[in-house]
Structures are given as C-alpha cells and as structure tokens.
C-alpha cells in the first residue's frame, strides 16, 4: 500500500515515519516552521511547506493520510489570523485555543475528510495525570494532574470532534517518554554533566522513536477510526535506574544520587515528577500485532550506543 503523508508539524518521530514511508514509494509532504528545518525535510525526500500555509486546501490534494505532531501552544490563535490575513475563511473553530493544526486547518480538514483513510494525532499520557503508581490502559478516564495534560485533553477532544462532525477517521496515539538516536542520556552521563534524582516511588513510561513509527505504520494498515493508543514500552520504570544503566554501558561511575526536593530542575523538569503511573501498552500488542524493537530502556540504551550515540 502506498499513498500521501500529509505531516503537520513534521518533527523528530514524524520524519522517522516519513523516511520509512519514502523507501516504500509514498509521497510525504511535511510542514514546519523553519527554513532550516524545511531544508533537512527536503534532503529526506519529504515536500517541506512552511507553517502556516498560503492555502490549506490546495495542501490537501491527493493526500490519503494525515499526521499531527503538534503540540497545544498559543501559537494556534497567531497562526489562525495569519490565515485570515492571506484571505483564508475561517467559517468554523476548531479548537483555535488548544491546537495550532485544526485552528488553521480545521475546515480545510473537514471538507477534504471523504478522500483520507487515516488521521492520526500524536498526544501524550499526560492526559491521564498522576495515578500514585498504579496502571492505566486506555480504557482509564482521562485525568489530567497539570496544564500540559489539560491542554492534549482539550485538543483531543477537538479531533474527536471534527471526526463526529465531518467523518475524518481520527486515530489518537498518547507517547510517553520519546527517546533515540540524539536524544538519549549518553552524552550528559560522559560530560559529568547528570545526577540521579531519587523520588521513591516515582517510575516513567518511555518509548523508542523506532517503536513509534512502527505503531503508527501498523495503525495506518489497520485502521479503527476512533481508536486511542497508550504508546509506551513494556517496563516504566524509575529514571534513576536508566542514568546507571547508561553510565554501567559506558564503563564510567554511576553518578551521584539527588534527593528530588534538593534537585535544581527547571519547572518543566519539576512538573514531570509531578505525575506517576504504569501505562499498559496491551492495545497496541494486541490489536495492532505490534511486536516492540526496544520493550524496555535496557535494550534501547545498548542499541543507541552501538549506533554511536
């Protein structure tokens, strides 16, 4: 099967997925907001259109499958009046508050639903805020403990909406902890430059970047509009245990434990020790068939430093 990826904020899992769908034929077309980054983009053999677009929807012809990475950000209410400065109509809301994609596509979307196999939204299982610990799997209630978590609910339900009023067959995909090539703890442990913050209790979900566009290929071929993921591995787990593990792969001392209330954290940082929970990732195994290249931080770790990380 092939088709035409449009990729709606085309950054670090998004264009994974579009290398893999160029090598096996697909028109990928992904928009950013950097000239820098369009340029990579296009040296993957993606079509880079910056963000936002003159005209949303002429971008959307011939495209069979959407993909959005964007978070909610205030950006979506400046985006939606530079399309009303170009000319753009904005008949309807959709979700301007919340989601910078639907705030300016939101319509073009609508009227273009019919012609789209798959629409996914990348979300995050912030949306199930803080469960002291215990497990949630996608048949939880939505408990968002923090702004962040409050504003992916919002900008979900702004998805689900546009599926229940113009049939777009929206599929949701909460990622927990992104990491992969780039993005791993190697570095920091090599530079002195990492302490092991010690909460008791605390455990996080994670997921390789190769697993998430293995989850997103295996939706797009199996489509269940209407469906929500939890998009993690098979093992959350306290972040202390994955810095020792690093630095044991490393050969280099195990860095020095911190008492999370003595750690200097930037208030981002802080906010993420603020929710704990074992996400189940059983839907994905069992509805998707997805077998993970990484089920834990232990086997992703030794992958990224193999690969030179």
């Not at 919002?154 to 993005?183: K, N, Q």
């Not at 860095?255 to 930037?266: G, H, K, Q, R």
Request: charged share 25%.
């Amino acid at each position: 099967m092939t088709g035409t990826l449009l990729s709606l904020g085309h950054g670090y899992s998004a264009r994974l997925l579009g290398r893999r769908l160029i090598a096996r034929g697909w028109r990928v077309i992904g928009t950013t907001r950097s000239d820098a980054t369009a340029a990579a983009i296009a040296a993957e053999g993606a079509e880079a259109v910056i963000w936002p677009p003159a005209e949303p929807y002429a971008l959307l012809d011939g495209v069979t499958h959407v993909l959005s990475s964007a978070a909610p950000d205030r950006g979506a209410k400046r985006d939606q009046d530079r399309g009303q400065d170009r000319g753009q109509d904005r008949g309807h809301d959709h979700g301007e508050a919340a989601d910078p994609v639907l705030a300016v596509m939101g319509d073009a979307l609508a009227a273009h639903a019919a012609q789209i196999a798959w629409a996914g939204y990348l979300s995050t299982t912030s949306v199930f805020g803080d469960r002291g610990g215990a497990w949630v799997d996608e048949d939880a209630g939505l408990a968002p403990s923090s702004a962040r978590g409050e504003a992916r609910v919002v900008a979900e339900g702004a998805w689900r909406d546009l599926m229940a009023t113009s049939g777009l067959p929206v599929h949701i995909f909460r990622l927990a902890g992104i990491y992969g090539p780039g993005r791993g703890p190697f570095q920091k442990v090599r530079d002195g430059a990492t302490r092991r913050i010690v909460k008791p209790g605390q455990v996080f979900g994670r997921i390789h970047v190769e697993d998430i566009a293995t989850v997103l290929e295996a939706s797009i071929a199996r489509p269940r509009p209407g469906a929500a993921y939890s998009v993690c591995d098979d093992l959350p787990a306290p972040p202390e245990d994955v810095i020792a593990e690093a630095a044991q792969l490393l050969g280099l001392p195990i860095p020095p434990a911190v008492a999370f209330e003595d750690a200097e954290l930037s208030p981002m940082a802080r906010s993420f020790y603020g929710e704990c929970k074992r996400t189940s990732n059983r839907l994905l195994h069992d509805e998707l068939g997805v077998t993970l290249a990484y089920p834990s931080y232990r086997e992703g770790l030794r992958a990224l430093l193999a690969q030179g990380d």
